[in-house]
């Protein structure tokens, strides 16, 4: 699929964030800024220099040169191996030294997170940067690429809807084909099947790719990761699919809700207040609100319905090119409660609620932000679909 991303402007705006923060040159190491400044997958420990007056490189594993050579738009990659004088940062530093930045402001991507696969700075190569350019200061530049990345361009939100079509046809084949005696992995690869057949051309690693859970597993307090195990569907469970497709770098997440037979009175219960929060979590994610307005107004209807106690206290995360599935989280916390949602932001609507021995559900869905209120890009709903046995 031929989309038109502007990476010049990308990368101008880049240099308006340095520029902000008086930085001479930016070293991106997060998946989230391999993947923005490159336009490539790349799945290898790598960096990628911005400086301020014009230069931009790719500096990647020595095996995948002649693959980003073809995928990425970038004029300028380095291969690097690991032996001497050929590391990584050997390579970066000697690129450094080159543009003469060696005395420079130079931002790094320092920092932590609840996600594995990040990609910030290790301590042990900070430490070979200060040695290796002990004239240089060093200060933290995470907000880089989280806010020149924030707002979607059209060509961006095109690419998620794409993702966001396989997604909602994984979900119609699982529901195609579910019932009794399946395995939850078998269900996985229903959905697996029809997002390659689609053309997704990867799944996240951040939760181990496709999430399905039945029954007691679903069912868990806080409704976490559910990889997809060998147990056996069974009459009267819940079963959450959630599928994670990929298109052209950009990404989908959905989850939805499924039973075998007819929901008991305390699984309709929980089904109609789920569905209820979740359309109050979507409504709220309107141009304008703070990260924090939108919690506080899903957790006072969880209060109100009763079910606050038994539901993740976080109800959304950033979406967008590989590696953006952070910024900014709807949690309520110093880092994100002020962050003022702009239209073209793209959140993953979020929702786990469960109560342990009954029944629990997960919403996962993308959701463009508008002046109006949020948008869904899936089709999906979020109500709980009921298989006749």
Same mark, same amino acid.
């Given at each position: 699929? $031929?989309?038109?991303?502007? @990476?010049?402007?990308?990368?101008?705006?880049?240099?308006?964030? #340095?520029?902000?923060?008086?930085?001479?040159?930016?070293?991106?190491? &997060?998946?989230?800024?391999?993947?923005?400044? !490159?336009?490539?997958?790349?799945?290898?420990?790598?960096?990628?220099?911005? +400086?301020?007056?014009?230069?931009?490189?790719?500096?990647?594993?020595?095996?995948? =040169?002649?693959? #980003?050579?073809?995928?990425?738009?970038?004029?300028?990659? %380095?291969?690097?191996?690991?032996?001497?004088? #050929?590391?990584?940062?050997?390579?970066?530093?000697?690129? =450094?030294? !080159?543009?003469?930045?060696?005395?420079?402001?130079?931002?790094?991507?320092?920092? %932590?997170?609840?996600?594995?696969?990040?990609?910030?700075?290790?301590?042990?190569?900070?430490?070979?940067?200060?040695?290796?350019?002990?004239? !240089?200061?060093?200060?933290? !530049?995470?907000?880089?690429?989280?806010?020149?990345? @924030?707002?979607?361009?059209?060509?961006?939100?095109?690419?998620?809807?794409?993702?966001?079509?396989?997604?909602?046809?994984?979900?119609?084949?699982?529901?195609?084909?579910?019932?009794?005696? #399946?395995?939850?992995?078998?269900?996985?690869?229903?959905?697996?099947?029809? *997002?390659? &057949?689609?053309?997704?051309?990867?799944?996240?690693?951040?939760?181990? +790719?496709?999430?399905?859970? +039945?029954?007691?597993?679903?069912?868990?307090?806080?409704?976490?990761?559910?990889?997809?195990?060998?147990? *056996?569907?069974?009459?009267?469970?819940?079963?959450?699919?959630?599928? %994670?497709?990929?298109? +052209?770098? @950009?990404?989908?997440?959905?989850?939805?809700?499924?039973?075998?037979?007819?929901?008991?009175?305390?699984?309709?219960? *929980?089904?109609?207040?789920?569905?209820?929060?979740?359309?109050? *979590?979507?409504?709220? /994610?309107?141009?304008?609100?703070?990260?924090?307005?939108?919690?506080?107004?899903?957790?006072?209807? /969880?209060?109100? /319905?009763?079910?606050?106690?038994?539901?993740?206290?976080?109800?959304? %995360?950033?979406?967008?090119?590989?590696?953006?599935?952070? @910024?900014?989280?709807?949690?309520?916390?110093?880092?994100?409660?002020?962050?003022?949602?702009?239209?073209?932001? =793209?959140?993953?609507?979020? /929702?786990?609620?469960?109560?342990?021995?009954?029944?629990?559900?997960?919403?996962?869905?993308?959701?463009?932000?508008?002046?109006?209120?949020?948008?869904?890009?899936?089709?999906?709903?979020?109500?709980?679909?009921?298989?006749? $046995?």
């Amino acid at each position: 699929m $031929d989309v038109f991303i502007d @990476y010049p402007r990308r990368l101008e705006k880049i240099r308006e964030e #340095m520029r902000a923060g008086g930085i001479d040159l930016f070293i991106g190491t &997060r998946t989230v800024s391999l993947s923005f400044v !490159a336009g490539a997958f790349i799945p290898w420990r790598s960096t990628v220099l911005v +400086s301020s007056d014009g230069y931009v490189s790719l500096t990647t594993l020595l095996i995948d =040169i002649e693959r #980003m050579k073809h995928e990425s738009w970038l004029g300028t990659i %380095h291969g690097y191996a690991p032996l001497p004088g #050929m590391d990584l940062w050997d390579v970066t530093v000697h690129q =450094i030294r !080159a543009l003469g930045l060696d005395r420079a402001k130079i931002g790094v991507e320092i920092g %932590h997170s609840p996600r594995g696969n990040t990609g910030y700075l290790f301590a042990t190569e900070f430490d070979l940067l200060r040695q290796a350019l002990p004239e !240089a200061v060093f200060v933290p !530049a995470n907000n880089v690429v989280d806010r020149a990345s @924030y707002v979607k361009e059209p060509g961006e939100i095109l690419l998620m809807r794409q993702a966001a079509a396989m997604a909602d046809a994984a979900i119609e084949r699982v529901k195609e084909a579910l019932c009794v005696g #399946m395995t939850e992995a078998e269900i996985a690869g229903v959905g697996e099947m029809e *997002l390659r &057949r689609l053309g997704s051309s990867y799944h996240w690693a951040v939760t181990g +790719s496709s999430e399905v859970a +039945s029954g007691y597993r679903a069912s868990w307090a806080m409704n976490g990761t559910t990889p997809p195990s060998t147990k *056996l569907i069974q009459r009267g469970e819940n079963i959450i699919a959630d599928f %994670h497709p990929c298109c +052209s770098l @950009y990404y989908s997440d959905l989850a939805h809700n499924f039973i075998i037979g007819e929901p008991s009175a305390e699984q309709a219960r *929980l089904a109609e207040a789920f569905t209820q929060t979740a359309e109050t *979590l979507v409504g709220a /994610l309107k141009a304008g609100n703070t990260v924090g307005q939108v919690y506080r107004t899903v957790y006072d209807r /969880l209060s109100a /319905l009763g079910y606050a106690g038994y539901t993740i206290p976080s109800f959304g %995360h950033g979406l967008g090119i590989m590696g953006h599935e952070w @910024y900014p989280a709807i949690v309520d916390n110093d880092e994100f409660r002020d962050v003022v949602l702009q239209e073209d932001v =793209i959140e993953v609507a979020f /929702l786990a609620m469960a109560v342990p021995g009954v029944c629990g559900m997960r919403l996962e869905t993308p959701v463009r932000v508008t002046a109006g209120g949020g948008e869904m890009l899936c089709a999906t709903q979020p109500v709980l679909t009921v298989i006749e $046995d």
